[in-house]
């Protein structure tokens, strides 16, 4: 999977991008939904399906605080529609407080983002199933409400991140993919020590012990490389966290094509993660792990 912030490359010719990370043989084109961008998730995505035709499309990830749930759902029902049933849903509870900053909207604490975004998640699905949605939650009042468009999936899979133990957990119960990330600070960003080998353990661990009550076992496990280096040495000096942790850690692939797949091969094996994304800048480096593991 592929994801881009915008880059020139993606910015200047964006059907040509769409049909190239097609043929290289990526699973799913991902849009990342961030004010500062230089590419917008939605309208992106609805071009990408027009030019397209096996690849999957989706979001990584639609911040829930900057859309009500009902146009969220209404969108992805009809990027679903332009598709042919190709979109895969990302939603977050948000994590970046300049941003929030810098369109006035209020960071709220973790636990509030989260109780808003678990109460869409769920209205969302709902509607993606087909129902007529009449809801009094602590922050979308819905009465008689329906997605009045006909999407192909019943309903849209859904990617939703999973940073902390709360959030994972939702997850283990409510995702089609969970999207494990780093957690974030309270007052917004990233923690560093979340790019330790041993802190992702942890986040596998409760995955594991989370309670499920679904059939199918839960949801497949993804993961973000913020990173991807022929050597490492090229890991910045002031990266997330030091090189060491970084290149021992599960949010970054380094190494020739070999050497990454097996990395690859070795955190599925181990932390049953075969759900992958990368960002554009990476898919040079990314593109031959991508053939080589094809059909595995």
Known sequence: MVTTNGTDRSRRRWTEYAREV????????????????GTVCTPRLAAAASVTSTIRLGSYVYDNDFRHPVLLAREAAEIDVLSNGRMEL???????????????????TGPTRVDRYEEA???????????????????????????????VQRPIPLLLGGGGPRMTRFAANTADTIAFVPRSLPGG????SEFSESAFDAKIAILNGATVTRSDGGPERGILAFEAHRTI???????????????????????DTAGIVDTLLERRERWGLSYWTCWEENIDILAGAVAALAGT
């Open 22 to 37: 097609e043929s290289l043989g990526f699973a799913v084109l991902l849009l990342a939904d961030h004010y500062g961008n």
């Open 90 to 108: 990302g939603i977050g509870a948000g994590w970046s407080k300049d941003e929030y900053d810098s369109v006035g909207i209020k960071f709220d």
């Open 189 to 192: 960003g990233i923690d560093p």
């Open 233 to 255: 040495d090229q890991i910045p000096d002031d990266d997330w966290a030091p090189r060491d942790v970084i290149a021992g850690g599960p949010y970054a692939l380094v190494g």
């Open 121 to 151: 998640v769920g209205i969302i699905r709902a509607l993606h199933s087909g129902t007529t949605v009449t809801h009094h939650g602590t922050h979308y009042q819905l009465a008689s409400c329906a997605l009045s468009v006909e999407p």
